[in-house]
Each structure stands twice: as structure tokens, then as C-alpha cells.
């Protein structure tokens, strides 16, 4: 089974900075894409970055100059550096990523989601 852990969720204070890191396990023949979303409470789960195998990347307007996303490493996994961070930043964030898995001869992609990290920004 493909797992994606996160870490890296917490307390920060305003204009401070946060590391979040999801990484990707399990029977994995590749990953195609792996990202993050957010979702406040009362509001809809929104993209904030994401990025592909060939490393292409895109963030939401609301966090660009602020975020930055790596490439998927070897180990599969992503990190996506915060910083300047505001109070409307605070949300469970979620990574998710579209993922090969199975064997060469009998494989499936599949989304995946992490069961979210809680980033709480406060002012």
C-alpha cells in the first residue's frame, strides 16, 4: 500500500517561517506529481503548490515569492519551505500526489492524500 506521511506542521508566529514535509512510501514505481493543499475552516480546499517528476512547478498567487517547493528527491519525498508567513496561511494542509504503483507488467495510478498537518499562524 502507498502511504504519504507529513511533518513539519505547528505554531509559528507571524513572519516567521515553517518547513512541511511529505514523503511517499510503499510500492511505488513512480511519482508523477506530489503537492500540497490547504483548507481553512469554512473555506473550500484550495492548491497551494505543486510539483512533477520533471520538475515544473506552480503555486498559488497567495503564497508565491513566500513558498517554495522542492523537487522530488530520491527518496520521494517533497518539502515545502514557508516563509513570511501570515495568519491567512492558518489551515490543515494536506499533501497529495499522483502516484504509479504496482509492478511494470500490472500497475495503476492513483491520488493519494496525507491525513493533513494543522499550520497555525498566529498574529
Known amino acids: 500500500q502507498v502511504q504519504l506521511v507529513e511533518s513539519g506542521g505547528g505554531l509559528v508566529q507571524a513572519g516567521g517561517s515553517l518547513s512541511l514535509s511529505c514523503a511517499a512510501s510503499?510500492?511505488?514505481?513512480?511519482?508523477?506529481?506530489m503537492g500540497w493543499y490547504r483548507q481553512a475552516p469554512g473555506k473550500q480546499r484550495e492548491l497551494v503548490a505543486q510539483?512533477?517528476?520533471?520538475?515544473?512547478?506552480i503555486y498559488a498567487d497567495s503564497v508565491k515569492g513566500r513558498f517554495t517547493l522542492s523537487s522530488i528527491n530520491a527518496e520521494n519525498t517533497v518539502s515545502l519551505q514557508m516563509n513570511i508567513l501570515k495568519s491567512e496561511d492558518t489551515a490543515v494542509y494536506y499533501c497529495?500526489?499522483?502516484?504509479?504503483?504496482?509492478?511494470?507488467?500490472?500497475?495503476?495510478?492513483?491520488?493519494?492524500w496525507g491525513q493533513g498537518t494543522q499550520v497555525t499562524v498566529s498574529s
Open positions: 510503499g510500492s511505488i514505481l513512480s511519482v508523477e506529481d
Open positions: 510539483i512533477t517528476s520533471d520538475g515544473r512547478t
Open positions: 497529495n500526489a499522483y502516484i504509479l504503483s504496482g509492478t511494470t507488467s500490472l500497475k495503476r495510478g492513483d491520488i493519494y
